[in-house]
């Protein structure tokens, strides 16, 4: 897959009250995921125990939809999920300190041009 194969991840994110007024307008479709907040990172992170399939297996977001493949930086290599230990040397600080302490990977989804935080 090409660097050009993935879409660049844009800066405007849901805020926590944007977040939870979406999931009213557009019920999530496949159980487990849930919408928290830490400080003011908003986030949807999906709880095993509370789901049926497995989101880095089935590569699905909370809307059942397919996560595309994403980049943050242009000489990024498009990825669905970044485990916790970057590929990247310079990409450590990407998965943020307030991220759930149980999360092993990050994805991102968007909804009318804004981007979601997905942690599994």
Known sequence: ????????????????????QLI?????????W???????????????????????LTLR??????IRPWI?????NPTVWQNRKAEHPSRNAMFMPTAPSKAVAYAYTSINDKWI????
């Not at 986030?43 to 095993?48: P, R």
């Not at 977001?61 to 397919?66: G, V």
């Not at 943050?72 to 990024?76: P, V």
């Open 34 to 56: 849930i919408c928290d907040v830490n400080k003011t990172h908003m986030y949807l992170y999906y709880e095993k125990a509370f789901g049926l399939s497995d989101p880095l």
């Open 1 to 20: 897959m090409s660097k050009l194969s993935g879409i660049m991840v844009g800066s405007d994110f849901y805020s926590y009250k944007e977040l939870k």
């Open 61 to 66: 977001d909370p809307w059942n939809r397919s």
């Open 24 to 32: 009213i307008d557009f019920p999530m479709q496949v159980n487990g």
């Open 72 to 76: 943050y930086y242009t000489d990024d």
């Open 117 to 120: 935080f997905l942690y599994v």
